[in-house]
């Protein structure tokens, strides 16, 4: 499998010259093999896809928050009349993934739908393990406030771990948000993975002002990383406030030949 990441900025897309190393688009990573090519949310990052020539199109939205949908819309397949591109998402508060986009992108918010771009596109709702194509897709309920999913990917023996939207902890504001995946649920999730993908958008200095908001931190990816053997990890969800020298500092603290802060245009082979 081929890994681009295309966008590692959490909460709101950011811009200038302290973001140019990390980037500012947000969540979108890009998984291919030979005939798939499987976009792990839509954030504004999915709109720098690369060429991906005649492969088929898959996109799977981990949670509907604004972030990860919004990049949809300048997708470049989707403007390709000869181009199908399936769309999977778990239904929330009773709607869809497509009654979902439907609300968020047509009148009077946007100009069109996403069914009136040109491509052929197929919204499916995720109920179970799927394969798509020659790709093996399960997922489980992540911590984040409305739901969302940590997603696991196969293929030929490798995997991938996308745990983004992920909070660590029993007890998620005042039990307020419930606890959907618990430290030894993910643990599992993520056993003998080639790559986990974690999200780490705050310090654990900061992680108290922010419990609830469903995001975790490095030294909480380090122990998953090591209680799963997962083989690498790879943090994203870069807080829109943490220009490129604080990101610089919270990795190299952490830094090592398996460690690493995601940056977008990193491809990663596994």
């Given at each position: 499998m081929?890994?681009?990441?295309?966008?590692?900025?959490?909460?709101?897309?950011?811009?200038?010259?302290?973001?140019?190393?990390?980037?500012?688009?947000?969540?979108?990573?890009?998984?291919?093999?030979?005939?798939?090519?499987?976009?792990?949310?839509?954030?504004?990052?999915?709109?720098?896809?690369?060429?991906?020539?005649?492969?088929?199109?898959?996109?799977?939205?981990?949670?509907?928050?604004?972030?990860?949908?919004?990049?949809?819309?300048?997708?470049?397949?989707?403007?390709?009349?000869?181009?199908?591109i399936?769309?999977?998402?778990?239904?929330?508060d009773?709607?869809?993934?497509?009654?979902?986009?439907?609300?968020?992108?047509?009148?009077?918010?946007?100009?069109?739908?996403?069914?009136?771009?040109?491509?052929?596109?197929?919204?499916?709702?995720?109920?179970?393990?799927?394969?798509?194509g020659?790709?093996?897709?399960?997922?489980?309920?992540?911590?984040?406030p409305?739901?969302?999913?940590?997603?696991?990917?196969?293929?030929?023996?490798?995997?991938?771990?996308?745990?983004?939207?992920?909070?660590?902890?029993?007890?998620?504001?005042?039990?307020?948000?419930?606890?959907?995946?618990?430290?030894?649920?993910?643990?599992?999730?993520?056993?003998?993975?080639?790559?986990?993908?974690?999200?780490?958008?705050?310090?654990?200095?900061?992680?108290?002002?922010?419990?609830?908001?469903?995001?975790?931190?490095?030294?909480?990816?380090?122990?998953?990383?090591?209680?799963?053997?997962?083989?690498?990890?790879?943090?994203?969800?870069?807080?829109?406030?943490?220009?490129?020298?604080?990101?610089?500092?919270?990795?190299?603290?952490?830094?090592?030949?398996?460690?690493?802060?995601?940056?977008?245009?990193?491809?990663?082979?596994?």
């Amino acid at each position: 499998m081929k890994i681009t990441v295309l966008g590692a900025r959490g909460s709101i897309p950011v811009d200038g010259r302290g973001y140019m190393e990390f980037g500012g688009a947000t969540s979108c990573v890009l998984i291919e093999t030979d005939d798939q090519a499987l976009f792990l949310d839509a954030g504004t990052g999915i709109m720098h896809s690369p060429d991906i020539g005649d492969k088929a199109i898959s996109v799977i939205i981990t949670h509907p928050h604004i972030d990860h949908l919004m990049g949809l819309t300048f997708f470049p397949y989707l403007m390709k009349r000869d181009r199908r591109i399936d769309v999977y998402g778990a239904g929330r508060d009773g709607l869809s993934i497509e009654e979902q986009y439907v609300r968020l992108i047509g009148q009077p918010f946007w100009p069109l739908t996403i069914p009136q771009y040109p491509a052929d596109t197929h919204f499916i709702d995720l109920t179970g393990p799927v394969m798509i194509g020659d790709i093996s897709v399960t997922f489980m309920e992540s911590n984040h406030p409305g739901g969302g999913l940590v997603i696991r990917v196969e293929h030929d023996g490798r995997s991938v771990v996308y745990a983004t939207d992920y909070e660590h902890g029993e007890s998620l504001h005042g039990g307020e948000h419930p606890v959907r995946c618990s430290y030894d649920t993910l643990t599992e999730m993520a056993r003998d993975t080639d790559l986990l993908i974690y999200d780490a958008q705050f310090t654990d200095e900061e992680y108290p002002t922010y419990r609830g908001f469903g995001h975790s931190t490095p030294s909480e990816g380090l122990k998953v990383m090591r209680e799963s053997g997962a083989r690498s990890i790879m943090f994203v969800h870069h807080d829109p406030r943490h220009d490129d020298e604080m990101l610089r500092a919270m990795e190299d603290a952490v830094r090592s030949d398996t460690v690493s802060f995601a940056r977008e245009g990193d491809v990663i082979v596994i």
